[in-house]
């Protein structure tokens, strides 16, 4: 079949002779609308396009603090002629990763296993029916050792789906079908009963990640180190509960947040926390800041303030840390009606040029320019700012790489705000203001009500952090309708996400992303940059159960968490999140609900129960009114529960179906969690 040429594919005739992204919710798609490349968002319309003409569709999947995005765009995205043989010999489609989760899963794990790597920008082809036959992540303009210019790559794609459509259409249906068997090994049937859940896992697992532990810098593996927030909640969480392996798990956990916390992975200056680092040692950041990162970091970090520290990183330190952290996501992603954006850019522009990172480094130079000579010298010294750029030209990033001195804590303290400041007048990177409801359910705190405006219906991990936030908001506030919320969440998404008993990540919304995984609906159980969505909704299904009493959402829990065996004795790196779940539901998790009228010992009650580090524990507070507590409440916890005949407050505990005698005493509650958690 004869393909049309540049000029006539580019016709004003034609109607795919355009760029339809200007309208785009998403940022990252709006930055690519003045692109020369044809470029539809993915969708129907654009396979049909592609189905008319008979030529492949070419997907390019990245975000907006995508470093490496931002220069294949300018490199090839920009250029016109190469702009003129995309739009000829394919119909080009832009997704954002963090506004399409399962497109980018999905053809993420096809690129992986077509080529090996994976990463952004993300560059698949694929039939018009969706199926993936060639792809690879950056491809530089001109050919470089061992990686063709992209233009090669356009025309050698070109070339075999008109020379040898037949191999590549079979190649990518075997593709599709291996990815279908893949995904068998993650089946979760919600109707199927749970197994026992092995305690032996969880220590396993522990050795295990001691194995691929960097004891000197802290974290897992080597470079580039992420951080690894799934595997420190589960550290955390074992730590609190007495073991052999409590120790050893507690220890980790500490080098891993002292080397993060220290190093230039964390924004010294305001407190927010970079993607990842391209070293070992944390001291050259990748520097775009992500949401989900940071909602994990918090969280993460008040856990191990809530566990008492250790003598490698103190709970005073972790607490000012996680501090920061949420006065950075409140300052500087929080969008008007309370929501939160979902990332600040790696680069910034300068003189319509990217540089990376460059809104945060510093030289000696730039720091005299700020605080003089003398204190220059100092900070320098301190911070690990040399005489050549660790980063470029623009100099290096702020990092102590250790604890501070008291002098230099002082010093520190006294020139930050300057410095801070002095940095709020440069160029600042871009934001994307998209709102991602399952990042905001991280968050918690910001949290609004908006979140899911998202242009698809969710995701399995959407409805489940959600739900998570809003117990969370719950637990501390008191207030019924954020159970109520959450409550709504969970019943919906076991309605939305299981299938004739299967639980899946999506529900088939894209026909096109159902054909590239063999018309089967997928189950990622590996967390990635975020918790996978089914340890997420595991989570969630057990503090839900223990809140309403449902014995038939904890045993879709225990199903999940049947996933586990396999996951922690190959992989527990990637099984961070499902193994902080096993260790809350063989902890109980414990049930607390305090209740009786409003007094300071009440709110010391509360806050007892909220600062404990027992694995998973719920907390149900009881409204007041007026003194009469309510008898018929929506949180089932709460039930009949009152204060004492003499009208004080008081505190009960259940685990494994069983209630304890109430207390009324902090200390008394405090040590018989101690107790419980010991297996007492």
């Given at each position: 079949m004869p393909v049309p040429g540049p000029a006539e594919s580019s016709g004003s005739g034609s109607p795919w002779a355009s760029n339809t992204l200007g309208s785009e919710p998403s940022a990252y798609l709006r930055q690519h609308a003045d692109n020369p490349v044809h470029w539809r968002p993915f969708g129907d319309e654009a396979f049909a396009i592609a189905a008319e003409r008979d030529v492949p569709v070419f997907l390019s999947i990245g975000y907006a603090a995508c470093h490496w995005c931002h220069v294949m765009a300018h490199e090839s995205?920009?250029?016109?002629?190469?702009?003129?043989?995309?739009?000829?010999?394919?119909?080009?489609?832009?997704?954002?990763?963090?506004?399409?989760?399962?497109?980018?899963?999905v053809y993420m794990a096809a690129t992986q296993a077509i080529s090996g790597e994976g990463g952004w920008p993300m560059s698949v082809f694929l039939t018009p029916d969706g199926l993936a036959f060639h792809a690879g992540t950056y491809f530089p303009p001109v050919p470089l050792p061992g990686k063709p210019s992209f233009r090669n790559v356009l025309e050698a794609v070109h070339e075999a789906w008109m020379e040898r459509r037949d191999g590549v259409e079979q190649n990518a249906r075997g593709l599709a079908a291996s990815m279908a068997d893949g995904h068998v090994s993650a089946a979760v049937?919600?109707?199927?009963?749970?197994?026992?859940?092995?305690?032996?896992?969880?220590?396993?697992?522990?050795?295990?990640?001691?194995?691929?532990?960097?004891?000197?810098?802290?974290?897992?593996?080597?470079?580039?180190?992420?951080?690894?927030?799934?595997?420190?909640?589960?550290?955390?969480?074992?730590?609190?509960?007495?073991?052999?392996?409590a120790d050893a798990a507690r220890d980790m956990a500490g080098r891993a947040l002292a080397g993060m916390a220290r190093s230039a992975l964390r924004d010294q200056l305001d407190g927010g926390f970079a993607r990842y680092s391209v070293t070992a040692d944390w001291s050259v950041p990748h520097f775009e800041k992500m949401l989900y990162d940071n909602a994990q970091l918090l969280r993460v970090y008040a856990h191990w303030v809530r566990l008492g520290g250790n003598?490698?990183?103190?709970?005073?330190e972790a607490?000012?840390?996680?501090?920061?952290?949420?006065?950075?996501?409140?300052?500087?992603?929080?969008?008007?009606?309370?929501?939160?954006?979902?990332?600040?850019?790696?680069?910034?522009?300068?003189?319509?040029?990217?540089?990376?990172?460059?809104?945060y480094l510093w030289t000696l130079e730039s720091l005299t320019d700020v605080l003089g000579a003398d204190d220059a010298v100092q900070v320098a010294r301190m911070m690990n700012i040399g005489p050549e750029g660790t980063v470029s030209e623009f100099g290096s990033p702020l990092h102590p790489a250790r604890k501070l001195s008291d002098a230099d804590r002082r010093l520190w303290e006294r020139v930050a705000p300057v410095l801070l400041s002095a940095r709020n007048l440069r160029n600042q990177p871009a934001r994307d203001e998209k709102v991602v409801a399952g990042w905001n359910g991280l968050a918690v705190a910001g949290l609004a009500e908006a979140g899911a405006a998202r242009g698809i219906g969710g995701l399995l991990e959407d409805y489940a952090f959600c739900a998570d936030g809003f117990l969370a908001l719950y637990a501390v506030t008191g207030n019924t309708r954020w159970y109520l919320l959450a409550e709504k969440l969970v019943l919906a998404a076991c309605t939305r996400f299981v299938e004739n008993g299967q639980l899946a990540d999506s529900t088939g919304e894209s026909a096109q992303v159902f054909n590239a995984q063999g018309q089967h609906l997928g189950l990622d159980p590996f967390d990635n940059a975020?918790?996978?969505?089914?340890?997420?909704f595991a989570g969630v299904l057990l503090s839900y159960a223990a809140y309403s009493g449902s014995h038939g959402h904890r045993l879709m829990a225990g199903t999940i968490l049947g996933l586990l065996p396999a996951l922690a004795t190959r992989a527990p790196?990637?099984?961070?999140?499902?193994?902080?779940?096993?260790?809350?539901?063989l902890a109980g998790p414990v049930e607390a609900a305090v209740a009786g009228p409003d007094s300071p010992l009440k709110r010391q009650l509360h806050r007892t129960l909220l600062t404990s580090p027992s694995p998973g524990l719920v907390v149900a507070v009881q409204a007041d009114d007026g003194g009469v507590p309510a008898r018929d409440p929506s949180e089932p916890l709460l039930l009949h529960r009152s204060g004492t005949p003499d009208g004080f407050p008081q505190v009960y505990l259940c685990r494994d179906m069983v209630c304890e005698r109430p207390l009324g005493d902090a200390a008394a509650v405090r040590a018989r969690l101690a107790a419980m958690g010991a297996g007492d």
């Open positions: 995205f920009e250029d016109t002629k190469t702009a003129g043989y995309l739009n000829a010999h394919f119909v080009p489609v832009k997704v954002d990763r963090e506004e399409r989760p399962d497109v980018d899963s049937r919600l109707d199927d009963p749970p197994g026992l859940l092995d305690a032996s896992l969880l220590p396993d697992a522990v050795a295990l990640l001691a194995r691929s532990e960097d004891p000197d810098a802290g974290g897992f593996g080597n470079a580039p180190k992420f951080p690894p927030s799934a595997v420190l909640e589960f550290l955390i969480r074992h730590a609190a509960v007495p073991s052999d392996t003598e490698v990183y103190s709970a005073d607490a000012a840390v996680a501090s920061r952290c949420a006065d950075w996501m409140l300052e500087s992603l929080r969008l008007p009606g309370g929501a939160l954006a979902s990332s600040l850019d790696a680069d910034t522009v300068f003189d319509g040029v990217h540089h990376e990172g460059a809104t975020m918790p996978s969505g089914a340890a997420g790196r990637v099984a961070g999140w499902l193994l902080a779940t096993a260790q809350a539901a």
